[in-house]
Protein backbone atom coordinates (compact mmCIF):
# COMPACT_ATOMS: atom_id res chain seq x y z
CA UNK A 1 0.00 0.00 0.00
CA UNK A 2 1.38 3.14 -1.07
CA UNK A 3 1.50 6.30 1.92
CA UNK A 4 -1.55 7.81 -0.35
CA UNK A 5 -3.26 4.78 0.37
CA UNK A 6 -2.37 4.41 3.81
CA UNK A 7 -5.06 5.13 7.06
CA UNK A 8 -7.41 6.63 4.55
CA UNK A 9 -11.04 7.01 5.85
CA UNK A 10 -13.56 6.93 3.20
CA UNK A 11 -16.80 8.63 3.26
CA UNK A 12 -18.54 5.70 2.24
CA UNK A 13 -17.21 4.44 5.97
CA UNK A 14 -19.74 6.51 7.76
CA UNK A 15 -22.10 3.92 6.04
CA UNK A 16 -21.11 0.77 6.12
CA UNK A 17 -17.95 0.91 9.03
CA UNK A 18 -19.15 3.61 11.97
CA UNK A 19 -18.69 1.29 15.42
CA UNK A 20 -20.36 4.56 17.02
CA UNK A 21 -23.66 3.62 15.42
CA UNK A 22 -23.63 -0.61 15.01
CA UNK A 23 -26.81 -0.79 14.62
CA UNK A 24 -27.55 1.42 11.67
CA UNK A 25 -23.91 -0.01 10.11
CA UNK A 26 -25.18 -3.63 10.12
CA UNK A 27 -28.51 -1.94 8.51
CA UNK A 28 -26.44 -0.41 5.55
CA UNK A 29 -24.31 -3.65 5.16
CA UNK A 30 -27.22 -6.62 5.37
CA UNK A 31 -28.76 -5.26 1.87
CA UNK A 32 -25.69 -4.06 0.06
CA UNK A 33 -24.60 -7.04 1.02
CA UNK A 34 -27.15 -9.30 -0.75
CA UNK A 35 -26.84 -8.92 -3.81
CA UNK A 36 -23.26 -8.91 -4.81
CA UNK A 37 -20.69 -7.27 -2.22
CA UNK A 38 -18.98 -9.12 0.24
CA UNK A 39 -18.77 -7.59 3.85
CA UNK A 40 -15.03 -7.59 3.35
CA UNK A 41 -15.31 -5.89 0.33
CA UNK A 42 -17.64 -2.95 2.26
CA UNK A 43 -16.17 -2.98 5.59
CA UNK A 44 -12.52 -3.32 4.04
CA UNK A 45 -11.22 0.25 3.62
CA UNK A 46 -11.92 0.44 -0.25
CA UNK A 47 -13.24 3.98 -1.78
CA UNK A 48 -16.80 2.92 -3.38
CA UNK A 49 -17.13 4.50 -6.80
CA UNK A 50 -20.37 5.29 -8.28
CA UNK A 51 -21.03 5.31 -11.66
CA UNK A 52 -23.88 7.60 -13.41
CA UNK A 53 -25.17 5.51 -16.12
CA UNK A 54 -26.86 7.54 -18.47
CA UNK A 55 -27.69 5.45 -21.10
CA UNK A 56 -30.31 3.17 -21.78
CA UNK A 57 -33.18 2.32 -24.43
CA UNK A 58 -34.73 5.65 -24.23
CA UNK A 59 -31.16 7.26 -24.01
CA UNK A 60 -29.93 5.68 -27.41
CA UNK A 61 -27.09 8.45 -28.02
CA UNK A 62 -25.90 7.22 -24.44
CA UNK A 63 -26.41 3.18 -24.86
CA UNK A 64 -22.91 2.87 -25.49
CA UNK A 65 -22.56 3.30 -21.74
CA UNK A 66 -24.03 0.08 -21.06
CA UNK A 67 -21.64 -1.71 -23.06
CA UNK A 68 -18.31 0.29 -21.42
CA UNK A 69 -19.78 -0.94 -18.27
CA UNK A 70 -18.09 -3.89 -17.86
CA UNK A 71 -14.78 -1.90 -18.76
CA UNK A 72 -15.28 1.08 -16.37
CA UNK A 73 -15.97 -1.58 -13.26
CA UNK A 74 -12.62 -3.59 -14.89
CA UNK A 75 -10.88 -0.59 -14.13
CA UNK A 76 -11.88 0.39 -10.93
CA UNK A 77 -11.54 -2.84 -9.50
CA UNK A 78 -7.67 -3.01 -10.66
CA UNK A 79 -7.33 0.24 -9.02
CA UNK A 80 -8.55 -1.03 -5.51
CA UNK A 81 -12.41 0.58 -5.66
CA UNK A 82 -15.65 -1.06 -5.29
CA UNK A 83 -18.08 0.37 -8.70
CA UNK A 84 -21.77 0.87 -7.86
CA UNK A 85 -23.52 1.56 -11.06
CA UNK A 86 -27.00 3.41 -10.85
CA UNK A 87 -29.19 4.64 -13.55
CA UNK A 88 -29.41 8.91 -14.34
CA UNK A 89 -32.67 9.96 -16.00
CA UNK A 90 -32.92 10.14 -19.21
CA UNK A 91 -32.36 12.89 -21.55
CA UNK A 92 -31.88 12.27 -24.73
CA UNK A 93 -32.31 15.09 -26.82
CA UNK A 94 -34.42 13.64 -29.79
CA UNK A 95 -37.18 11.74 -28.08
CA UNK A 96 -37.81 13.88 -24.84
CA UNK A 97 -40.84 16.30 -25.59
CA UNK A 98 -41.17 19.42 -25.30
CA UNK A 99 -37.20 19.64 -24.93
CA UNK A 100 -34.72 17.29 -23.68
CA UNK A 101 -33.73 20.77 -22.08
CA UNK A 102 -36.57 20.71 -19.54
CA UNK A 103 -34.65 17.81 -18.02
CA UNK A 104 -31.01 18.75 -17.71
CA UNK A 105 -31.94 20.26 -14.40
CA UNK A 106 -34.04 17.05 -13.42
CA UNK A 107 -30.89 14.74 -13.81
CA UNK A 108 -28.79 16.95 -12.00
CA UNK A 109 -31.09 18.00 -8.70
CA UNK A 110 -31.51 13.94 -9.17
CA UNK A 111 -27.56 13.02 -9.66
CA UNK A 112 -26.99 15.81 -6.27
CA UNK A 113 -29.28 13.67 -4.17
CA UNK A 114 -27.73 10.52 -5.30
CA UNK A 115 -24.42 11.59 -4.79
CA UNK A 116 -24.99 13.29 -1.23
CA UNK A 117 -27.20 10.72 -0.04
CA UNK A 118 -25.56 7.52 -0.82
CA UNK A 119 -22.48 5.81 0.23
CA UNK A 120 -20.22 7.28 -2.33
CA UNK A 121 -16.52 8.32 -2.56
CA UNK A 122 -15.91 9.27 -6.03
CA UNK A 123 -18.15 9.56 -9.46
CA UNK A 124 -17.55 8.34 -13.23
CA UNK A 125 -20.10 10.70 -14.66
CA UNK A 126 -20.53 8.74 -18.39
CA UNK A 127 -22.01 11.73 -21.12
CA UNK A 128 -22.68 11.85 -24.34
CA UNK A 129 -26.12 13.40 -25.62
CA UNK A 130 -26.14 17.58 -25.03
CA UNK A 131 -27.54 17.59 -22.08
CA UNK A 132 -26.06 14.87 -20.13
CA UNK A 133 -23.06 16.19 -19.93
CA UNK A 134 -23.69 19.87 -18.25
CA UNK A 135 -26.31 18.15 -15.75
CA UNK A 136 -23.09 15.25 -14.81
CA UNK A 137 -20.99 17.96 -14.18
CA UNK A 138 -23.22 20.77 -12.85
CA UNK A 139 -24.33 18.00 -10.42
CA UNK A 140 -20.55 16.99 -9.49
CA UNK A 141 -19.92 20.42 -8.91
CA UNK A 142 -22.43 20.75 -6.37
CA UNK A 143 -21.97 17.86 -4.52
CA UNK A 144 -17.49 18.02 -4.74
CA UNK A 145 -16.72 14.69 -4.23
CA UNK A 146 -13.84 13.55 -6.35
CA UNK A 147 -15.24 12.97 -10.23
CA UNK A 148 -14.11 12.30 -14.14
CA UNK A 149 -16.24 12.53 -16.97
CA UNK A 150 -16.49 9.52 -19.80
CA UNK A 151 -18.31 10.60 -22.63
CA UNK A 152 -19.62 7.61 -24.95
CA UNK A 153 -17.91 9.11 -28.16
CA UNK A 154 -19.59 10.31 -31.51
CA UNK A 155 -21.22 7.83 -33.69
CA UNK A 156 -18.76 7.18 -37.09
CA UNK A 157 -19.21 9.38 -39.97
CA UNK A 158 -22.80 8.82 -41.87
CA UNK A 159 -22.64 8.88 -45.73
CA UNK A 160 -25.40 9.41 -48.04
CA UNK A 161 -24.47 8.80 -51.52
CA UNK A 162 -20.69 9.27 -51.24
CA UNK A 163 -20.91 12.34 -49.32
CA UNK A 164 -20.55 12.82 -45.41
CA UNK A 165 -23.28 12.97 -43.68
CA UNK A 166 -23.66 14.74 -40.18
CA UNK A 167 -26.12 14.66 -37.50
CA UNK A 168 -28.73 17.37 -37.42
CA UNK A 169 -26.98 19.16 -40.25
CA UNK A 170 -27.95 16.64 -42.48
CA UNK A 171 -31.82 17.08 -41.43
CA UNK A 172 -31.44 21.40 -41.89
CA UNK A 173 -29.90 20.83 -45.29
CA UNK A 174 -32.55 18.40 -46.32
CA UNK A 175 -35.51 20.44 -45.27
CA UNK A 176 -34.94 23.27 -47.38
CA UNK A 177 -33.96 20.45 -50.35
CA UNK A 178 -37.58 19.42 -49.31
CA UNK A 179 -39.20 22.83 -49.47
CA UNK A 180 -37.76 23.45 -53.06
CA UNK A 181 -39.05 20.08 -54.14
CA UNK A 182 -35.38 19.13 -55.12
CA UNK A 183 -36.21 15.69 -53.03
CA UNK A 184 -38.86 13.56 -51.92
CA UNK A 185 -40.19 12.51 -48.43
CA UNK A 186 -38.88 9.38 -49.22
CA UNK A 187 -35.29 10.65 -50.15
CA UNK A 188 -35.52 13.08 -46.95
CA UNK A 189 -35.84 10.05 -44.58
CA UNK A 190 -32.67 8.16 -46.80
CA UNK A 191 -30.62 10.80 -46.58
CA UNK A 192 -31.31 11.82 -42.58
CA UNK A 193 -31.12 8.21 -41.45
CA UNK A 194 -27.68 7.60 -43.46
CA UNK A 195 -26.73 10.12 -40.61
CA UNK A 196 -27.20 7.90 -38.11
CA UNK A 197 -25.05 4.27 -38.35
CA UNK A 198 -23.86 3.07 -35.34
CA UNK A 199 -23.79 3.59 -31.73
CA UNK A 200 -22.62 7.07 -30.46
CA UNK A 201 -23.66 10.64 -29.82
CA UNK A 202 -23.97 12.81 -33.17
CA UNK A 203 -21.17 12.85 -35.25
CA UNK A 204 -20.71 16.95 -36.38
CA UNK A 205 -19.98 19.29 -33.33
CA UNK A 206 -22.87 19.98 -32.45
CA UNK A 207 -23.62 19.66 -28.79
CA UNK A 208 -22.81 16.86 -27.59
CA UNK A 209 -19.44 16.99 -29.12
CA UNK A 210 -19.01 20.11 -27.34
CA UNK A 211 -19.73 19.68 -24.59
CA UNK A 212 -17.62 16.36 -24.43
CA UNK A 213 -15.03 18.67 -25.83
CA UNK A 214 -15.70 21.28 -23.14
CA UNK A 215 -15.41 18.85 -20.49
CA UNK A 216 -12.25 17.89 -21.49
CA UNK A 217 -11.03 21.46 -21.58
CA UNK A 218 -12.48 22.39 -18.39
CA UNK A 219 -9.33 19.35 -17.18
CA UNK A 220 -12.74 16.99 -16.03
CA UNK A 221 -11.93 13.95 -18.13
CA UNK A 222 -8.38 11.93 -19.33
CA UNK A 223 -6.88 13.81 -21.88
CA UNK A 224 -7.65 12.93 -25.49
CA UNK A 225 -10.80 10.92 -24.10
CA UNK A 226 -13.90 13.15 -25.91
CA UNK A 227 -13.31 12.85 -29.45
CA UNK A 228 -12.83 8.84 -29.58
CA UNK A 229 -15.51 7.74 -31.57
CA UNK A 230 -18.28 5.11 -30.00
CA UNK A 231 -17.59 1.95 -32.00
CA UNK A 232 -13.66 2.21 -31.67
CA UNK A 233 -11.35 -0.08 -29.69
CA UNK A 234 -9.70 2.81 -28.14
CA UNK A 235 -13.15 4.34 -26.31
CA UNK A 236 -13.24 0.57 -24.75
CA UNK A 237 -9.53 1.13 -23.24
CA UNK A 238 -10.62 5.25 -22.33
CA UNK A 239 -13.45 3.39 -19.96
CA UNK A 240 -11.00 1.51 -18.39
CA UNK A 241 -8.55 4.05 -17.87
CA UNK A 242 -10.76 6.48 -16.48
CA UNK A 243 -12.07 3.63 -14.30
CA UNK A 244 -8.71 3.57 -13.01
CA UNK A 245 -8.27 6.93 -12.70
CA UNK A 246 -10.93 7.78 -10.52
CA UNK A 247 -9.90 5.81 -7.45
CA UNK A 248 -6.82 7.51 -7.46
CA UNK A 249 -8.23 10.96 -7.72
CA UNK A 250 -10.21 9.43 -4.46
CA UNK A 251 -7.06 8.71 -2.94
CA UNK A 252 -5.67 12.32 -3.60
CA UNK A 253 -8.95 13.51 -2.72
CA UNK A 254 -8.74 15.80 -6.20
CA UNK A 255 -12.37 17.19 -6.56
CA UNK A 256 -14.13 19.46 -8.88
CA UNK A 257 -13.74 22.64 -6.79
CA UNK A 258 -9.62 21.57 -7.32
CA UNK A 259 -10.31 21.47 -10.69
CA UNK A 260 -13.57 23.88 -12.12
CA UNK A 261 -11.73 27.03 -11.76
CA UNK A 262 -11.55 30.36 -13.40
CA UNK A 263 -9.17 29.34 -15.26
CA UNK A 264 -10.34 26.11 -16.58
CA UNK A 265 -13.48 28.05 -17.50
CA UNK A 266 -11.57 30.40 -19.47
CA UNK A 267 -9.89 27.54 -21.26
CA UNK A 268 -13.35 25.73 -22.11
CA UNK A 269 -14.21 29.55 -24.34
CA UNK A 270 -10.99 29.69 -26.41
CA UNK A 271 -11.36 26.33 -27.09
CA UNK A 272 -15.66 26.40 -27.44
CA UNK A 273 -14.43 29.29 -30.58
CA UNK A 274 -11.68 26.61 -31.93
CA UNK A 275 -13.52 23.50 -32.83
CA UNK A 276 -16.25 25.76 -34.10
CA UNK A 277 -18.50 24.80 -30.84
CA UNK A 278 -22.33 25.05 -30.19
CA UNK A 279 -23.95 28.04 -29.07
CA UNK A 280 -25.63 25.60 -26.21
CA UNK A 281 -22.01 25.61 -25.05
CA UNK A 282 -22.45 29.31 -23.18
CA UNK A 283 -25.50 28.42 -21.13
CA UNK A 284 -24.56 24.99 -19.91
CA UNK A 285 -21.22 26.22 -19.26
CA UNK A 286 -22.84 29.30 -17.13
CA UNK A 287 -24.76 26.88 -15.19
CA UNK A 288 -21.48 24.43 -14.66
CA UNK A 289 -19.52 27.77 -13.12
CA UNK A 290 -22.13 29.28 -11.13
CA UNK A 291 -23.20 25.30 -9.52
CA UNK A 292 -19.26 25.21 -9.09
CA UNK A 293 -19.43 29.24 -6.97
CA UNK A 294 -17.43 30.71 -10.08
CA UNK A 295 -17.74 34.00 -11.67
CA UNK A 296 -18.17 33.79 -14.94
CA UNK A 297 -20.61 36.24 -17.06
CA UNK A 298 -22.45 35.44 -20.64
CA UNK A 299 -20.56 38.92 -22.32
CA UNK A 300 -16.64 36.42 -21.22
CA UNK A 301 -17.59 34.79 -24.27
CA UNK A 302 -17.27 37.50 -26.43
CA UNK A 303 -14.20 39.15 -24.40
CA UNK A 304 -12.89 36.24 -24.46
CA UNK A 305 -13.71 33.81 -26.75
CA UNK A 306 -14.65 36.27 -29.60
CA UNK A 307 -10.73 37.04 -31.04
CA UNK A 308 -9.95 33.23 -31.00
CA UNK A 309 -9.18 31.20 -34.91
CA UNK A 310 -11.76 28.49 -36.00
CA UNK A 311 -9.37 25.96 -36.36
CA UNK A 312 -11.71 22.66 -36.61
CA UNK A 313 -13.00 21.80 -40.14
CA UNK A 314 -16.00 19.62 -38.86
CA UNK A 315 -19.67 20.46 -39.86
CA UNK A 316 -22.08 22.34 -39.11
CA UNK A 317 -18.74 25.01 -39.32
CA UNK A 318 -16.94 23.05 -41.69
CA UNK A 319 -16.95 19.81 -43.70
CA UNK A 320 -15.94 16.26 -42.00
CA UNK A 321 -16.93 14.60 -39.19
CA UNK A 322 -15.97 12.72 -35.90
CA UNK A 323 -13.91 10.18 -37.41
CA UNK A 324 -11.71 12.71 -38.85
CA UNK A 325 -11.27 14.94 -36.09
CA UNK A 326 -10.35 11.76 -33.50
CA UNK A 327 -7.70 10.92 -36.77
CA UNK A 328 -6.74 14.06 -36.80
CA UNK A 329 -6.04 14.35 -32.94
CA UNK A 330 -9.09 15.27 -31.18
CA UNK A 331 -9.23 17.75 -28.64
CA UNK A 332 -5.33 17.19 -27.28
CA UNK A 333 -4.31 18.47 -30.96
CA UNK A 334 -6.65 21.71 -30.79
CA UNK A 335 -5.50 22.97 -27.18
CA UNK A 336 -2.18 21.95 -28.26
CA UNK A 337 -2.58 24.30 -31.05
CA UNK A 338 -3.85 26.77 -28.84
CA UNK A 339 -1.10 26.54 -25.62
CA UNK A 340 1.54 26.91 -28.30
CA UNK A 341 -0.05 30.40 -29.00
CA UNK A 342 -0.62 31.72 -25.67
CA UNK A 343 -4.39 30.87 -25.72
CA UNK A 344 -4.63 28.59 -22.89
CA UNK A 345 -3.73 28.68 -18.67
CA UNK A 346 -1.38 25.82 -19.10
CA UNK A 347 -1.15 25.69 -14.73
CA UNK A 348 -5.13 24.94 -14.62
CA UNK A 349 -5.38 21.36 -12.96
CA UNK A 350 -7.27 18.18 -14.42
CA UNK A 351 -8.54 14.52 -13.60
CA UNK A 352 -5.24 13.63 -14.66
CA UNK A 353 -3.36 14.86 -11.62
CA UNK A 354 -1.37 16.94 -13.58
CA UNK A 355 -1.81 20.45 -15.41
CA UNK A 356 -3.05 21.31 -18.51
CA UNK A 357 0.51 22.38 -19.85
CA UNK A 358 1.70 18.67 -18.76
CA UNK A 359 -1.29 16.74 -20.28
CA UNK A 360 -0.81 18.76 -23.71
CA UNK A 361 3.08 18.37 -24.12
CA UNK A 362 3.93 17.28 -27.79
CA UNK A 363 0.41 17.54 -29.06
CA UNK A 364 -0.77 19.44 -32.21
CA UNK A 365 -2.71 18.92 -35.20
CA UNK A 366 -1.96 15.28 -37.01
CA UNK A 367 -3.79 16.23 -40.06
CA UNK A 368 -4.10 19.80 -40.71
CA UNK A 369 -6.68 18.98 -43.53
CA UNK A 370 -9.08 19.21 -40.87
CA UNK A 371 -7.66 20.66 -37.74
CA UNK A 372 -5.86 23.99 -38.67
CA UNK A 373 -2.63 25.41 -37.66
CA UNK A 374 -2.96 28.73 -35.32
CA UNK A 375 -1.29 30.65 -37.48
CA UNK A 376 -3.47 29.45 -40.95
CA UNK A 377 -7.13 29.15 -39.06
CA UNK A 378 -10.43 28.32 -41.48
CA UNK A 379 -10.99 31.81 -40.17
CA UNK A 380 -9.94 34.28 -37.74
CA UNK A 381 -12.20 36.47 -34.77
CA UNK A 382 -14.17 33.17 -34.93
CA UNK A 383 -15.70 32.90 -31.52
CA UNK A 384 -19.64 34.40 -30.30
CA UNK A 385 -20.58 37.97 -30.49
CA UNK A 386 -22.72 38.43 -27.28
CA UNK A 387 -25.37 41.08 -28.03
CA UNK A 388 -27.46 43.78 -26.20
CA UNK A 389 -30.07 46.67 -26.79
CA UNK A 390 -33.45 47.49 -26.53
CA UNK A 391 -34.86 43.82 -27.16
CA UNK A 392 -32.68 42.07 -24.82
CA UNK A 393 -29.67 42.15 -22.17
CA UNK A 394 -27.93 39.36 -23.73
CA UNK A 395 -27.46 37.07 -27.08
CA UNK A 396 -25.56 35.02 -29.04
CA UNK A 397 -24.15 35.23 -32.24
CA UNK A 398 -22.40 32.16 -33.80
CA UNK A 399 -19.82 34.04 -36.51
CA UNK A 400 -18.22 30.66 -37.17
CA UNK A 401 -21.25 30.12 -39.43
CA UNK A 402 -22.13 33.12 -40.97
CA UNK A 403 -21.64 32.13 -44.77
CA UNK A 404 -19.64 34.31 -47.16
CA UNK A 405 -23.04 34.10 -49.01
CA UNK A 406 -25.07 35.80 -45.61
CA UNK A 407 -22.46 38.27 -45.15
CA UNK A 408 -22.61 39.41 -48.17
CA UNK A 409 -26.53 39.68 -48.71
CA UNK A 410 -27.17 41.33 -44.98
CA UNK A 411 -23.92 42.57 -43.55
CA UNK A 412 -21.32 43.62 -46.81
CA UNK A 413 -23.38 47.84 -47.27
CA UNK A 414 -20.60 49.96 -48.32
CA UNK A 415 -19.25 51.57 -45.40
CA UNK A 416 -21.46 49.82 -43.33
CA UNK A 417 -20.28 47.01 -43.06
CA UNK A 418 -21.74 44.75 -40.41
CA UNK A 419 -24.48 46.43 -39.60
CA UNK A 420 -27.82 45.26 -41.11
CA UNK A 421 -31.67 47.02 -41.18
CA UNK A 422 -34.68 45.73 -41.56
CA UNK A 423 -38.31 44.75 -41.01
CA UNK A 424 -39.11 42.79 -38.50
CA UNK A 425 -42.00 39.51 -38.67
CA UNK A 426 -42.60 38.43 -35.68
CA UNK A 427 -43.74 34.64 -34.73
CA UNK A 428 -45.32 33.58 -31.44
CA UNK A 429 -43.71 29.79 -31.51
CA UNK A 430 -42.77 27.13 -33.30
CA UNK A 431 -46.47 26.27 -34.39
CA UNK A 432 -47.34 30.12 -35.25
CA UNK A 433 -43.95 30.23 -37.49
CA UNK A 434 -45.23 26.80 -38.93
CA UNK A 435 -48.84 27.90 -39.74
CA UNK A 436 -47.93 31.33 -41.28
CA UNK A 437 -44.43 31.63 -42.78
CA UNK A 438 -45.58 30.93 -46.38
CA UNK A 439 -48.38 32.88 -45.64
CA UNK A 440 -47.91 36.16 -48.59
CA UNK A 441 -49.56 38.61 -46.61
CA UNK A 442 -46.48 38.95 -44.31
CA UNK A 443 -44.59 40.28 -47.05
CA UNK A 444 -41.50 38.21 -45.95
CA UNK A 445 -38.72 39.27 -48.28
CA UNK A 446 -34.96 39.10 -48.27
CA UNK A 447 -34.89 42.45 -45.84
CA UNK A 448 -36.69 40.73 -43.40
CA UNK A 449 -35.48 39.40 -39.90
CA UNK A 450 -38.08 36.35 -38.57
CA UNK A 451 -38.44 36.61 -34.67
CA UNK A 452 -39.62 33.99 -32.61
CA UNK A 453 -40.73 34.67 -29.06
CA UNK A 454 -42.34 32.42 -25.78
CA UNK A 455 -40.18 29.49 -26.47
CA UNK A 456 -37.60 30.05 -23.70
CA UNK A 457 -36.68 28.80 -20.32
CA UNK A 458 -39.95 29.77 -18.81
CA UNK A 459 -41.95 30.28 -21.92
CA UNK A 460 -41.51 26.79 -23.54
CA UNK A 461 -40.67 25.53 -21.12
CA UNK A 462 -36.90 24.04 -20.93
CA UNK A 463 -36.13 26.83 -24.22
CA UNK A 464 -36.48 25.29 -27.60
CA UNK A 465 -34.03 24.72 -30.46
CA UNK A 466 -36.55 26.92 -32.82
CA UNK A 467 -34.88 30.17 -33.75
CA UNK A 468 -32.98 28.62 -36.62
CA UNK A 469 -36.43 28.96 -39.04
CA UNK A 470 -36.38 28.52 -42.60
CA UNK A 471 -37.29 31.41 -44.69
CA UNK A 472 -40.53 30.52 -46.77
CA UNK A 473 -40.42 28.07 -49.78
CA UNK A 474 -41.00 30.53 -52.45
CA UNK A 475 -37.23 32.81 -51.02
CA UNK A 476 -35.64 29.42 -50.56
CA UNK A 477 -36.50 28.60 -54.55
CA UNK A 478 -35.13 31.88 -55.37
CA UNK A 479 -32.12 31.15 -53.74
CA UNK A 480 -32.35 32.68 -50.41
CA UNK A 481 -31.47 30.07 -47.96
CA UNK A 482 -31.15 32.10 -44.63
CA UNK A 483 -32.43 34.87 -43.17
CA UNK A 484 -31.47 36.62 -39.81
CA UNK A 485 -33.19 34.88 -37.27
CA UNK A 486 -33.68 35.88 -33.43
CA UNK A 487 -35.53 34.47 -30.74
CA UNK A 488 -35.84 33.93 -26.60
CA UNK A 489 -35.28 30.43 -27.58
CA UNK A 490 -31.91 28.62 -28.81
CA UNK A 491 -31.00 26.31 -31.90
CA UNK A 492 -29.44 22.88 -32.50
CA UNK A 493 -25.82 22.86 -31.92
CA UNK A 494 -25.96 21.29 -35.45
CA UNK A 495 -27.24 23.93 -37.05
CA UNK A 496 -25.30 26.18 -39.83
CA UNK A 497 -27.97 29.18 -39.28
CA UNK A 498 -26.21 32.24 -37.89
CA UNK A 499 -28.97 32.99 -35.80
CA UNK A 500 -29.10 35.09 -33.10
CA UNK A 501 -30.97 33.20 -30.23
CA UNK A 502 -30.73 32.63 -25.96
CA UNK A 503 -32.26 36.25 -26.02
CA UNK A 504 -32.32 37.07 -22.47
CA UNK A 505 -34.38 37.94 -20.34
CA UNK A 506 -37.08 36.18 -22.46
CA UNK A 507 -40.63 37.32 -23.75
CA UNK A 508 -43.22 36.10 -21.34
CA UNK A 509 -41.22 37.36 -17.94
CA UNK A 510 -41.11 40.79 -19.85
CA UNK A 511 -38.38 40.75 -21.74
CA UNK A 512 -37.98 43.22 -24.34
CA UNK A 513 -38.92 40.84 -27.03
CA UNK A 514 -42.02 40.86 -25.96
CA UNK A 515 -42.93 44.28 -27.37
CA UNK A 516 -41.83 44.27 -30.77
CA UNK A 517 -44.47 43.99 -33.58
CA UNK A 518 -44.70 42.85 -36.54
CA UNK A 519 -43.66 46.34 -39.07
CA UNK A 520 -40.98 47.20 -36.32
CA UNK A 521 -37.75 48.22 -38.45
CA UNK A 522 -35.21 46.81 -36.14
CA UNK A 523 -31.07 47.20 -36.47
CA UNK A 524 -28.22 44.96 -36.15
CA UNK A 525 -24.69 46.32 -35.20
CA UNK A 526 -22.00 43.55 -35.38
CA UNK A 527 -19.45 46.13 -34.92
CA UNK A 528 -21.16 47.50 -31.28
CA UNK A 529 -22.66 44.07 -30.83
CA UNK A 530 -26.04 45.36 -30.53
CA UNK A 531 -29.66 45.11 -31.60
CA UNK A 532 -32.25 47.30 -31.43
CA UNK A 533 -35.88 47.74 -32.25
CA UNK A 534 -36.24 51.03 -33.88
CA UNK A 535 -39.32 52.38 -32.13
CA UNK A 536 -38.88 55.42 -30.08
CA UNK A 537 -38.52 55.61 -26.42
CA UNK A 538 -41.70 56.81 -25.79
CA UNK A 539 -43.54 54.27 -27.71
CA UNK A 540 -41.45 51.46 -26.14
CA UNK A 541 -42.48 52.69 -22.81
CA UNK A 542 -46.26 52.67 -23.60
CA UNK A 543 -46.16 49.09 -24.95
CA UNK A 544 -44.23 48.10 -22.15
CA UNK A 545 -47.19 49.54 -19.29
CA UNK A 546 -49.90 47.74 -21.79
CA UNK A 547 -48.65 44.72 -21.72
CA UNK A 548 -49.85 41.88 -20.03
CA UNK A 549 -47.76 38.70 -19.03
CA UNK A 550 -49.37 35.68 -21.29
CA UNK A 551 -50.97 32.95 -18.86
CA UNK A 552 -48.18 29.98 -18.68
CA UNK A 553 -50.11 26.23 -18.37
CA UNK A 554 -47.98 23.41 -17.36
CA UNK A 555 -48.71 19.63 -18.68
CA UNK A 556 -46.02 18.09 -15.54
CA UNK A 557 -45.96 18.43 -12.32
CA UNK A 558 -41.99 19.21 -13.27
CA UNK A 559 -42.74 21.82 -15.24
CA UNK A 560 -44.76 24.12 -12.82
CA UNK A 561 -41.45 23.72 -9.96
CA UNK A 562 -39.32 24.14 -13.29
CA UNK A 563 -40.82 27.42 -13.92
CA UNK A 564 -41.04 28.41 -10.33
CA UNK A 565 -37.31 28.32 -10.14
CA UNK A 566 -35.48 28.68 -13.43
CA UNK A 567 -33.64 31.70 -13.99
CA UNK A 568 -32.61 33.13 -17.93
CA UNK A 569 -30.41 31.58 -20.24
CA UNK A 570 -28.16 34.27 -20.21
CA UNK A 571 -27.31 32.98 -16.68
CA UNK A 572 -27.22 29.48 -17.54
CA UNK A 573 -31.03 28.70 -17.34
CA UNK A 574 -30.30 27.51 -13.25
CA UNK A 575 -32.57 26.52 -10.78
CA UNK A 576 -31.52 29.87 -8.90
CA UNK A 577 -32.59 28.26 -5.65
CA UNK A 578 -29.42 25.22 -6.28
CA UNK A 579 -27.19 27.69 -6.98
CA UNK A 580 -26.79 28.82 -3.31
CA UNK A 581 -25.87 24.90 -2.38
CA UNK A 582 -22.38 24.47 -3.10
CA UNK A 583 -19.64 21.36 -1.77
CA UNK A 584 -22.31 20.24 0.27
CA UNK A 585 -20.00 16.48 0.46
CA UNK A 586 -18.44 18.46 3.33
CA UNK A 587 -21.55 17.98 5.51
CA UNK A 588 -23.05 14.01 6.00
CA UNK A 589 -26.63 12.94 5.69
CA UNK A 590 -28.22 12.09 8.88
CA UNK A 591 -28.72 8.61 9.45
CA UNK A 592 -31.74 7.24 7.61
CA UNK A 593 -33.28 5.20 10.66
FE1 LIG B 1 -28.08 13.06 -28.83
FE2 LIG B 1 -27.12 14.71 -30.85
S1 LIG B 1 -29.14 14.03 -30.45
S2 LIG B 1 -26.12 13.65 -29.31
MG1 LIG C 1 -31.05 19.60 -30.39
Redesign the pocket.
Known amino acids: MSDTRANKRFRSQEWFDNPNNPGMTALYVERYQNQAFTREELQGEKPIIGIANTGSDLAPCNKIHVFLMDRIKAGIREAGGIPMEFPVHPIQ?TGKRPTAALDRNLAYLSLVEVLHGYPIDGVVLTTGC?KTTPAMLMGAATVDIPAIGLNGGPMLDGWWKGKRAGSGTIVWESRRLLAEGKIDYEEFMGRVCSSAPSLGHCNTMG?ASTMNAMSEALGMTLTGSSAIPAPFRERMAMAYETGQRIVEMVYEDLKPSDILTREAFENAIVVNSAIGGSTNAPPHLQAIARHAGVELNVKDWETIGFDVPLLVNMQPAGEYLGESFFRAGGVPAVMGELMSAGRLHAGAMTATGNNVGVNLAGCDSLDTEVIKRYDAPMRRNAGFKVLSGNLFDSALMKTSVISEDFRKRFLSEPGNEGVFEARAVVFEGPEDYHDRINDESLGIDERTVLFIRNVGCVGYPGSA?VVNMQPPDALIKAGITHLPTVGDGRQ??TSESPSILNASPESVVGGGLAFLQTGDRVRLDLNASRMDALVSDEDWAARQAAWEAPEIVSQTPWEEIYRTHVGQLGDGGCLELATAYQRIAKDLPRDNH
Open positions: EDTESG
